[in-house]
């Protein structure tokens, strides 16, 4: 009745909309102070929550673009999905949805003592005085209304991973932040909250925020401004810092006791955890470094990194007093070699998580000192200096110069790395299954033939062919990464072997509830890794140019059993501005595989050439793609998809291959056209290993929920 209400309030008088977002934070702050009528206040600033969220939506579906939110982001045109997902396509809306996401899980734990009651309700009050301050539901000027019936969505945004992808990635953030409060009562009053809520919290992050990530890449590889599996951008590699130490979270919250062993760490490493996922949340709205999700501005970042600096404030503070006050010695319990191998698992992932932060922290200090980037960081840029005009000069050099991420240091740096959590693993699993003395030795063996494989490299480095997209410096350590897979495919192998052991020995199913699980979470990330990195290290291109002489009809050689053609096929104007159409076809050993290219600009009609070279760099670096582009202007490929590799045909909007009306016709026979292929060999094992980590996270026996058995908050 409450949602129906609030919700019918906003729809009539969205006008109150940001006034009720201010009251929703002065009811959570009353509930925070007021224990006794603590649950009764916060549900009624969650059904608030809840009624804006809904009525958005409704003002979304009904193209009510007289609210700035809706003329901002959508359009009459939009498919209902998109237009739903428009709650998340702006800032207002996300940081409103996180509020929400935020509050749910704080009224859950409202009757927990202490922090861990009340941390995750004032985090979703901060967020929601954001969202008043943003203003979802601010009137749009009367002037914009007067120039444009809406602004519409973003072309890039426009596809169907835009419903499931960012959705996953707010709530793994919100579930993230969601252990902090135990956390600080864990270092406080060492409460036995901590570990249930700990253990329960982080593993639906990383369980989302692997599923979003994995969904993020398919995006990627998509589109033109990616162009690849993963890049480093920074907002991918905040992601990477909050899975890591997400994952060093795992590796001990199950075992953590109060004064037992790391009863200090692992509350700190969930603090630095809920920290990162608000730095992540900034650093996707800043604009200080380069990154290719400049979507949907810039406004909330502060608020996120407010946010950040109050947890790490915190955190030092019950730190300090943790490690300086006095404890109750408690009695040591002998520990095991597998809590000494989970120890260091733990600690290698934090570490990871913080060469990825040590990546993102200097990126933003070579852009505030302005300091001068190397040219190997510049990939491209020489030969688009050579073809540039004085006019473009200017443009690309400072797109060059904006400070990234350095990816492939933070590459070299992390590969050492992966190689120790692989052979770390493969032991932990080996003398589950065999005896300690001879897990050891074939360790040992296993780690001389990982640090000969370093040294003189293997599979990777024979087949690399010098065909696809990678610098010199990456070729360099390709030897590294042969070492790494090698890792990889024994803590995989030693996954196997634990899991057929304990089959064997027991002779029944039902003790895989708990093997199987863990080794499909061991072994998904080993076949992603692979996959990965085999797509990464052995992707090749092809450029196909067109002679401004040949047929429209005419076949181009792909391969000696393969060739294609490309034929215009329809060219429209409609809300996403111009829009073309190929029609692209494959042709081996007799049999065509058909499908369709895509090209989409609303700057101008028919789309300007840019000319055969610019549009090859601007497919195969991203950098130069980032420069040249724009909300309105996106590149489908048509890609077909194999356990072998992924193909695809990337088609550039010019006159010579896409018809656009007779500006076109005059000068499409002067032009020279050109198609690149792309080929990722193996990108199949990067999904059949996301997925088996997800099943293997969903299959894990849980704690239950995180507030049971607790004391409740008192009532007085």
């Given amino acids: 009745m409450g949602l129906c209400l609030s919700c019918a309030l906003l729809w009539f008088l969205p006008q109150t909309g940001n006034l009720l977002l201010v009251l929703v934070a002065v009811l959570i702050a009353l509930g925070t102070l007021r224990p006794s009528r603590r649950i009764v206040l916060w549900q009624l600033a969650l059904i608030m929550l809840f009624g804006a969220c809904l009525s958005l939506i409704l003002h979304l579906l009904a193209d009510h673009f007289h609210l700035r939110y809706i003329w901002l982001y959508s359009s009459a045109a939009l498919p209902a999905y998109l237009k739903i997902a428009n709650l998340w396509g702006g800032d207002e809306g996300t940081v409103l949805l996180l509020a929400t996401i935020c509050m749910t899980i704080g009224l859950r734990n409202a009757s927990l003592p202490g922090w861990a009651g009340r941390a995750n309700a004032l985090v979703a009050a901060w967020y929601a005085l954001a969202a008043a301050w943003l203003g979802p539901f601010t009137a749009t000027p009367s002037d914009w209304l007067a120039a444009q019936t809406s602004q519409g969505m973003n072309a890039h945004l426009q596809t169907i991973w835009m419903a499931f992808h960012a959705p996953l990635i707010l709530a793994a953030y919100a579930w993230a932040i969601a252990p902090a409060g135990a956390a600080l009562d864990g270092l406080g009053r060492a409460s036995g909250a901590y570990g249930r809520i700990a253990s329960t919290y982080s593993r639906r992050a990383w369980l989302v925020l692997t599923a979003g990530i994995g969904m993020g890449m398919v995006w990627a590889l998509e589109d033109f401004t990616f162009g690849q599996l993963w890049h480093w951008d920074p907002v991918q590699t905040a992601a990477f810092a909050v899975w890591a130490m997400l994952g060093a979270v795992l590796h001990g919250a199950r075992r953590w006791r109060a004064m037992g062993n790391n009863w200090r760490l692992l509350p700190i490493l969930s603090l630095l955890t809920a920290a990162l996922a608000c730095i992540a949340m900034s650093v996707t709205r800043s604009e200080v470094v380069a990154s290719s999700h400049r979507y949907i501005g810039t406004t909330s970042w502060l608020s996120h990194l407010a946010l950040a600096v109050v947890i790490l404030g915190l955190m030092v503070g019950y730190a300090w007093k943790a490690f300086t006050r006095s404890v109750p010695r408690v009695k040591k319990i002998r520990r095991s070699a597998s809590d000494w191998g989970l120890d260091l698992s733990m600690w290698l992932f934090a570490g990871a998580a913080l060469l990825a932060v040590a990546a993102l922290l200097s990126a933003h200090i070579g852009e505030w000192l302005q300091l001068e980037k190397a040219s190997e960081l510049k990939p ?19 797109a060059f110069d904006h400070w990234d991420v350095n990816g492939h240091t933070l ?19 080996l003398r589950r299954c065999m005896r300690t003395r001879i897990a050891s030795v074939i360790t040992l063996v296993m780690s001389l033939w990982v640090a000969l494989t370093a040294w003189r490299g293997a599979w990777l480095t024979s ?41 064997w020995r027991s002779r029944r199913l ?57 034929l215009p096929l329809s060219s429209e104007a409609n809300f996403s501005g111009y829009q073309a159409v190929a029609q692209v076809e494959l042709r081996s050993e007799g049999q065509v595989v058909a499908g369709q290219a895509l090209f989409q600009d609303r700057r101008e009609l ?48 010019s006159p010579r291959l896409m018809q656009v009306g007779s500006q076109a016709e005059g000068s499409s026979h002067e032009i020279q056209g050109v198609v690149v292929i792309r080929r990722y060999p193996f990108v199949s094992l990067v999904w059949v290993g ?27």
């Fill in 380 to 398: 491209f840029f020489e030969t688009l200096v050579t073809w540039a005009t004085a006019e473009e000069l200017a443009g690309l050099r400072r």
């Fill in 411 to 429: 590459g070299i740096w992390l590969t050492p790395v992966i190689m120790l959590l692989g052979l770390l693993g493969g032991w932990v699993f």
């Fill in 463 to 503: 087949r690399y062919t010098g065909e696809g997209v990678l610098s010199q410096s990456i070729v360099d350590v390709l030897p590294w990464l042969d070492a790494a897979l090698l890792a990889a495919m024994f803590l995989l192998s030693a996954c196997v072997a634990w899991g057929a052991s304990v089959l």
């Fill in 510 to 566: 039902g003790t895989l509830r708990h093997t199987g699980p863990l080794a499909l979470i061991h072994g998904g990330a080993v076949v992603a890794l692979i996959g990965g990195l085999l797509a990464t290290a052995l992707n090749s291109y092809m450029p196909i140019n067109i002679a401004s002489a040949s047929a429209p009809q005419e076949w181009h050689r792909v391969a000696d059993q393969m060739q294609v053609r490309i």
């Fill in 606 to 653: 028919p789309p300007g050439y840019q000319g055969p070279v610019r549009q090859l760099c601007e497919i195969l670096d991203y950098r130069y793609a980032r420069h040249v582009g724009d909300p309105g202007y996106v590149l489908h490929p048509f890609i077909v998809r194999g356990w072998a590799q992924d193909l695809q045909v990337w088609v550039p909007a």
């Fill in 690 to 716: 996301l997925s088996a980590m997800v099943l293997g996270m969903l299959a894990m026996p849980g704690h239950g929920h995180a507030s049971r058995n607790e004391t409740p908050v008192s009532q007085s």
